[in-house]
């Protein structure tokens, strides 16, 4: 028997695709997990998230700076380089696998794609252009591409007067971004300000001015493209060209795409573009980004993992290893390596590195991440200093290690000044996390987390201070409080907007449309005014929208709910036909709960419509249940919505559910009526992604065949191809069986009914291509006295044989139209498999 093999899954798309939910779904499904993201910030978020969902006992959090891990932990959020590779679990994520290609931290990414893997399950996300790299590295992964929820699309460049709101302004440099935000502060009120080198407390709370829209605009580096989300509808480019730490030089388009991607969220479009300074963007840049069609990584750094600890040259050798494989290159030297070149240049460092145990530390000690990237042999100072402490002595000084951390615990300074000591404490953040270098590493961890959390306080308020105008800001919390009284508004009964006794818009739905006269600072406070009324009014209307009768609610043939003349919500398809879902129409005005009730009641609408129009449907599907043997027609007739095409194993089956038809098609007489006729019609619009078309009138018995519905409607719908025509199903099942019974009766042949044409509602030469659909043909009547006179005999009916070849349509094409007294046709059409022919006598 063989073993269980672990399964290699990759989830491959753009930005907005649920790819990081989806892990983190998976792996909190499992017993255990870890899952490493690329940042120590969405570490620290999704840390969060899994606390919420399974309690703090039973989450750790591992970075280079934070270690978190509960005595009963079985699911640790990480950074990559941090993930705990030792831990058995049966699950593995590794988010934004694509930076295997990165020069600098790629070798990091490719070491977990090529060992990382869980007990059970091991899932990589990220861009689709590593597929081709997956698929020869990892030949047993199985690839899975996850389409963009939302659209996005080019709007080619804005001034930054004129950037929409909610938008976000990236540039390249702290100081373009500090240049960028005082243009926003004096035109625009104020933004937040997102950079890499903030820590996370600093960084959620400027995205927390953002996100509750204290300010409008956000200026950011792209720091923002890495799995930041927040509600941004269009992202501005400042430039197009960044220093990687080598050289300037220009973004790639997937680097661009994965910024631009943080526009929509959700089901929400977003936009991009370009502003400030930034050249309009290359078309071909547009292009990939708006398709998400790019280049394909044509290889991944990679640096040997397997390291010869006998000796500093030894371990400086396995370092430099050449990779093994195609496809893998050696990317940048990291700064541990740089670090330990080095100190192996120390004579006495090198006396001192002697054995597995001591190379093995001092590689740790070069491990330390540069965070302050002075430029100068300060950092390898200090890694030194480390290991010759704990080489010598087993553990770090303690009045040392105070010191360090003491000297940094300064909130005066300008923005710069505190964010170069947040990066040192990062430092130190780091070090005192090893407990095997540190006693009592629990307290020093507390200290280095206390003093990162009073210079991110004093950050954040010097960036509000900086970048945020005060006065504006003021002013509209002055509308939203009790002192802004001053400015008086109110909502109408009939939905108008007042401020100040001046009309400034109407609510639609939930919904405001301002009043396009109110323009420049008038326009901004009556608009926040408005906001701080419509606080008020939209509970109230979304509490009368629950109240009110299914009589008020309608639903238009674009598949839209409107409620006193406004659309409130939209339909979309649902994993079933007769389940369609809701979509509240987007709304500033409507919060999370809020909108869930406009939802839930218009679910409870739309279900309550189709239960009631739908009632013989469900009748007759609960009634054959206890019918075994109707299972597979049962199954036909809920997703035909009432209607499902006969099948010669159908017979028993139909008659246990009491059904109509079945030489054509089984169906429910019920289901043919105007009512659940409409019904049915809008539901099989809405999948097709089209309105819902108008109808025939219901005394019709046929219909031209060319209609302007989607392929396979008509059928659908309950009409049958015949000919020229649309024939009304129960009509054609009901002509048909009278027929059949006629010819039998009368030896295999009956004449032609007289009025046939009149009935059906067709013209006579169309009659024998309609009666051939419905599987018969006609053949002249044989005279009694040839040389009688005397009105003329009609011509016969007679069942069309088994083995009659269907004409092809060309060859109907082809021929001439029949004569009204042509007793031929040449239309084939359904014919009931199981249709007994006549004896052939006269």
Not at 398 to 421: H, N, P, S, Y
Not at 564 to 592: M, N, T, W, Y
Not at 633 to 640: C, Q, T, W, Y
Not at 765 to 779: D, H, K, N, Q, Y
């Amino acid at each position: 028997m063989q073993g269980f093999a672990p399964r290699v899954k990759a989830v491959l798309g753009p930005t907005n695709t649920g790819k990081t939910h989806l892990a983190m779904e998976r792996m909190l499904a499992h017993a255990s997990g870890i899952i490493g993201f690329p940042l120590r910030l969405l570490a620290r978020e999704n840390y969060d998230r899994m606390v919420a969902s399974k309690g703090v006992r039973h989450v750790g959090l591992i970075t280079g700076e934070e270690k978190i891990i509960p005595p009963d932990a079985r699911w640790f959020a990480c950074t990559v380089e941090a993930m705990p590779l030792d831990r058995h679990v049966e699950f593995v994520g590794v988010d934004e696998i694509q930076l295997c290609a990165d020069p600098d931290r790629g070798h990091v990414f490719t070491d977990r794609l090529l060992r990382a893997r869980g007990m059970v399950e091991t899932m990589f996300m990220g861009a689709e252009t590593i597929r081709p790299l997956i698929q020869r590295l990892v030949p047993e992964a199985i690839i899975e591409t996850r389409p963009r929820l939302s659209q996005l699309r080019h709007s080619g460049p804005s001034k930054l007067t004129r950037l929409p709101p909610r938008s976000a302004v990236v540039a390249f440099s702290a100081a373009e971004v500090y240049a960028i935000a005082e243009m926003i502060r004096r035109r625009r009120g104020g933004c937040a300000v997102v950079m890499g080198r903030l820590s996370p407390r600093t960084r959620n709370a400027q995205v927390a001015l953002y996100q509750e829209k204290e300010v409008d605009f956000l200026v950011a580096t792209d720091a923002i493209g890495m799995g930041l989300n927040m509600d941004v509808d269009h992202v501005g480019f400042a430039g197009i060209s960044k220093f990687d730490g080598h050289r300037l030089r220009r973004l790639t388009a997937p680097e661009a795409a994965q910024i631009a991607g943080r526009a929509g969220r959700g089901m929400r479009d977003g936009s991009f573009g370009s502003t400030a300074d930034c050249p309009p963007l290359p078309e071909e840049l547009v292009r990939a980004v708006e398709t998400h069609d790019f280049d394909a990584i044509e290889q991944i750094c990679w640096r040997n993992s397997d390291l010869d600890f006998a000796s500093v040259d030894g371990l400086l050798g396995s370092l430099l290893a050449p990779p093994p494989r195609r496809g893998l290159v050696r990317g940048n030297d990291a700064s541990d390596l740089e670090t330990l070149t080095t100190l192996a240049k120390d004579a006495d460092l090198r006396a001192k590195a002697q054995g597995r145990r001591r190379v093995r530390l001092l590689w740790d000690a070069c491990q330390i991440p540069d965070f302050r990237k002075i430029a100068d042999d300060s950092h390898a100072a200090l890694c030194a200093r480390i290991f010759n402490h704990v080489a010598d002595t087993g553990h770090l000084p303690v009045d040392w290690i105070g010191g360090q951390i003491d000297r940094l615990a300064k909130i005066e300074g300008d923005i710069d000044t505190l964010m170069q000591r947040l990066s040192g404490v990062r430092v130190w953040s780091y070090i005192v996390a090893r407990d095997d270098w540190v006693r009592d590493a629990a307290h020093w961890q507390a200290r280095a987390r206390a003093v990162e959390d009073m210079i991110s306080d004093s950050l954040h308020e010097k960036l509000m201070h900086r970048f945020v105008d005060r006065r504006a800001a003021l002013l509209m919390r002055r509308l939203e409080e009790k002192e802004g009284q001053d400015l008086l508004s109110a909502v109408t009964a009939r939905g108008e907007v007042v401020v100040e006794g001046h009309s400034v818009g109407h609510v639609a739905g939930f919904s405001f449309l301002p009043d396009p006269a109110a323009v420049g600072d008038e326009r901004r406070m009556v608009m926040r005014a408005a906001r701080r009324a419509l606080g008020e009014e939209m509970p109230r209307r979304v509490g009368r929208f629950e109240a009110a009768p299914d009589t008020e609610i309608t639903r238009t043939p674009q598949h839209r709910l409107v409620w006193q003349g406004q659309e409130v919500a939209k339909l979309r398809p649902g994993h079933s036909v007769l389940r369609p879902l809701v979509e509240v129409i987007a709304s500033d005005f409507l919060d999370g709960p809020l909108r869930e009730r406009v939802r839930r009641r218009c679910q409870a609408f739309v279900d309550a419509e189709i239960a009631v129009v739908f009632a013989p449907l469900f009748s007759a599907l609960e009634v054959g249940r206890n019918a075994p043997k109707a299972r597979g027609l049962l199954h036909r007739l809920g997703e035909g919505m009432g209607l499902a095409r006969a099948e010669a194993e159908d017979i028993a089956a139909g008659s246990a559910v009491r059904l109509a038809g079945g030489g054509i098609a089984w169906f429910l007489p019920a289901m043919l009526k105007p009512g659940p006729m409409a019904l049915r019609a809008a539901l099989l619009a809405l999948g097709a992604g089209v309105a819902a078309p108008a109808l025939p009138l219901p005394s019709l018995t046929s219909i031209p065949a060319e209609q302007p519905w989607p392929p396979g409607f008509a059928e659908a719908l309950g009409w049958i191809t015949a000919g020229p025509v649309l024939l009304r199903l129960d009509v054609a099942e009901r002509l048909a069986e009278e027929l059949r019974r006629g010819t039998r009766a009368f030896g295999g042949r009956m004449l032609l009914p007289r009025g046939l044409a009149s009935r059906l509602s067709v013209k006579g030469e169309a009659l024998p291509m309609v009666l051939r659909s419905l599987g018969f043909r006609l053949i002249p009547a044989p005279s009694l006295d040839p040389g009688a006179y005397g009105p003329p005999v009609p011509p016969m009916l007679v069942p069309l044989s088994p083995g009659r070849a269907r004409p092809r349509a060309e060859a109907e094409k082809r021929q001439t139209p029949p004569r009204p007294d042509s007793p031929f046709a040449t239309l084939a059409n359904f014919r009931r498999p199981d249709a007994k022919l006549g004896s052939g006598r006269r």
